[in-house]
């Protein structure tokens, strides 16, 4: 099975958590799955940024990233993230190999707008690198990094770049490993599946906030584009992946919704 795993940040913080995703994932490749990983890393970006007395603003969720912030992401993510990331995985007995967006034009942004600074979306996805470094058993972990035309960095949202990244592979499943158990109702209970429709009232109604809105918006396009499995989990719940493709129900499943009525 081809799939891509979206690593929230917060996971790769603890290196317990860590080194147990590391061992699920080499396991899988192990198996002789074609496992794609992507990251993103905010919060340790963010406690970076207040080391250092970086003020940061965001204007609609986005972080504005200045050519300092910039730098700063290309230290934490493609850095430090990613080469822990790497090392746990080869640890694990895998065989990683840690990306931007930037390798071989693997994602190609564009400047959001003006007022954001170096925040990219994404234009697009060259799968070529993933496909001849997973079709050798390498698991690609890629930093959401991504370049211009004109040899610029992006910043972009790691939801979104799992996303683009899945649908350009033709993944067959897509996961999102975050810190939560996956949606959570106005009553804090675990939504087992939900359609675009009702992530759209979820957004609305203020119940799925901040990352979560981010990460529902994500995963419409994933489904509207097209993927077959879209599923948000806990990336703490031990064996999480093996679980997960053995057919055990677990999280939130994001569905097509029910075809409209002629
Ligand atoms: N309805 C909801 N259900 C679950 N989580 C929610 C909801 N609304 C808001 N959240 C928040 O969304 C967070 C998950 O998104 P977040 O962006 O923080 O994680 P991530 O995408 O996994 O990590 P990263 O952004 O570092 O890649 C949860 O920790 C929770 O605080
Ligand atoms: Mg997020």
Redesign the pocket.
Same mark, same amino acid.
């Given at each position: 099975m081809k799939l891509l795993v979206?690593? !929230? !940040?917060?996971?790769l913080d603890s290196s317990e958590t860590r080194c147990r995703l590391a061992q699920q994932l080499a396991g899988l490749a192990e198996r002789g799955h074609r496992v794609v990983v992507v990251?993103? !890393?905010?919060?340790r970006l963010s406690r970076y940024l207040a080391v250092q007395g970086i003020q940061s603003r965001f204007v609609n969720g986005f972080r504005v990233t200045t050519p300092e912030i910039l730098d700063a992401v290309v230290k934490v993510l493609a850095g430090e993230v990613n080469v822990e990331l790497v090392t746990a995985i080869q640890q694990a007995g895998g065989r990683a190999v840690g990306l931007t967006g930037a390798d071989d034009g693997l994602v190609e942004a564009v400047q959001l707008s003006p007022e954001l600074g170096a925040v990219g979306r994404i234009e697009r996805v060259r799968p070529a690198l993933l496909d001849l470094l997973t079709g050798n058993g390498y698991v690609p972990v890629v930093a959401c990094l991504a370049a211009g035309a004109q040899g610029e960095l992006f910043n972009v949202n790691?939801?979104q770049m799992a996303v683009a990244c899945t649908v350009h592979l033709q993944a067959d499943r897509l996961i999102?490993?975050?810190?939560?158990e !996956?949606?959570?109702?106005e009553q804090k209970r675990l939504i087992p599946e939900l359609d675009a429709a009702r992530a759209e009232e979820?957004i609305h109604t203020g119940?799925?906030?901040?990352?979560?809105?981010?990460?529902l918006k994500a995963c419409a396009s994933a489904v509207r584009q097209g993927v077959p499995e879209v599923r948000i989990a806990a990336g703490a719940r031990p064996n999480v992946l093996p679980d997960l493709l053995g057919g055990q129900t677990v999280g939130t499943a994001l569905v097509a919704g029910a075809p409209v009525a002629p």
């Open positions: 979206k690593l !929230g !940040g917060t996971l990251h993103g !890393g905010g919060k790691a939801d999102f490993l975050t810190d939560v !996956g949606v959570l109702d979820l119940v799925a906030s901040r990352g979560m809105e981010a990460k």
